[in-house]
């Protein structure tokens, strides 16, 4: 089992730049790909980034250049770097884990970019 841990989020104007961070616990040999996905009120939940444990990572078109995506393996925790945040990235992000042909999800953190 592995338990998600997200933190990070808020309230930032047009502009504006937040890290979202995710931690991962609880009883497991290894994580494979962890990422963010995001879900605005009334929309489906679209990826955001994900990166594989040896830090490949793979953006949505809508963030490249804005969000840069990390990850710590000691700690087993994925962060996400927002800059230039733009109204339209307001949305409820969840942090995403692959672990032992399993997906494991955040309770999710909100971002609220303000105009």
């Known amino acids: 089992q592995v338990q998600l841990v997200e933190s990070g989020g808020g309230l930032v104007q047009a502009g504006g730049s937040l890290r979202l961070s995710c931690a991962a616990s609880g009883s497991f040999f290894s994580i494979g790909a962890m990422g963010w996905y995001r879900q605005a009120p009334g929309k489906q939940r679209d990826l955001v980034a994900t990166?594989?444990?040896?830090?490949?990572?793979h953006y949505a078109d809508s963030v490249k250049g804005r969000f840069t995506i990390s990850r710590d393996n000691a700690k087993n925790t994925v962060y996400l770097q927002m800059n230039s945040l733009k109204p339209e990235d307001t949305a409820v992000y969840y942090c995403h884990a692959y672990s032992n042909w399993r997906d494991y999800w955040g309770q999710g953190t909100q971002v609220t970019v303000s105009s």
């Open positions: 990166i594989t444990s040896g830090a490949s990572a």
